[in-house]
């Protein structure tokens, strides 16, 4: 089983940038695709970004494109959102996920979580 702790949210100013990290806790991290997706109050989550098994296929919401960036390091079993020009509307909790799919948007196909990091952009 797979098992996922994020780390580096906090609160931040409009215009500034946070660095969140998934952490993996199994080697089957490299096989599978990775995403990182939100939830705001009273909101569903809904999926942020995603990266591919191979990293070969990267893609965003379009509300974040050119100003959040995903990556992974296959050495360390980590995946990594950088975000920068933050928004308030970006406040949520940011969740990263695995899933066996070669690459996914959709949140059923993940099976494993991390248990969440808070994002606070104050305006």
């Known amino acids: 089983q797979v098992q996922l702790v994020e780390s580096g949210g906090g609160l931040v100013q409009a215009g500034g940038s946070l660095r969140l990290s998934c952490a993996a806790s199994?080697?089957?991290?490299?096989?599978?695709?990775m995403g990182w997706f939100r939830q705001a109050p009273g909101k569903e989550r809904q999926f942020v970004a995603g990266?591919?098994?191979?990293?070969?296929?990267?893609d965003y919401v379009d509300s974040v494109k050119g100003r959040f960036t995903i990556s992974r390091d296959y050495a360390k079993n980590e995946a990594y959102l950088q975000m920068d020009s933050l928004k308030p509307e970006d406040t949520a909790v940011y969740y990263c996920?695995?899933?066996?799919?070669?690459?996914?948007?959709?949140?059923?196909?993940?099976?494993?979580w991390g248990q969440g990091t808070q994002v606070t952009v104050s305006s």
């Open positions: 996920g695995v899933t066996t799919s070669w690459y996914s948007e959709t949140g059923s196909d993940y099976l494993y």
């Open positions: 990266i591919s098994r191979t990293g070969n296929k990267i």
């Open positions: 199994s080697r089957t991290f490299s096989g599978n695709a």
